[in-house]
């Protein structure tokens, strides 16, 4: 988090998860918008270690990422 954040404002993330209803998985990732790859490389190393599943950067990007807002006070919106 960035020093010049107040408390009380939200923020935009993005965010992905395994569907728990279908894989019994708690993978759930959540980071800033500027760090979308890490995001995605990490997905895919997931979803291929885990669940011996082969995506592409672009098809996690497509179907499983989702934008977010985030209130620095710590409750979701």
Do not use: P, Y
């Not at 980071?31 to 990490?42: A, F, M, S, V």
């Not at 209130?71 to 919106?77: F, K, M």
């Amino acid at each position: 988090m960035t020093a010049n954040v107040h408390d009380g404002e939200t923020m935009t993330a993005l965010q992905v998860a395994c569907d728990t209803a279908v894989s019994g998985c708690v993978f759930k990732l959540r980071t800033e918008e500027n760090d979308k790859q890490r995001l995605l490389e990490i997905t895919r190393e997931h979803v291929a270690e885990q669940h011996g599943k082969d995506f592409t950067l672009e098809e996690i990007e497509e179907q499983h990422v989702e934008t977010v807002d985030v209130s620095t006070d710590g409750h979701e919106h």
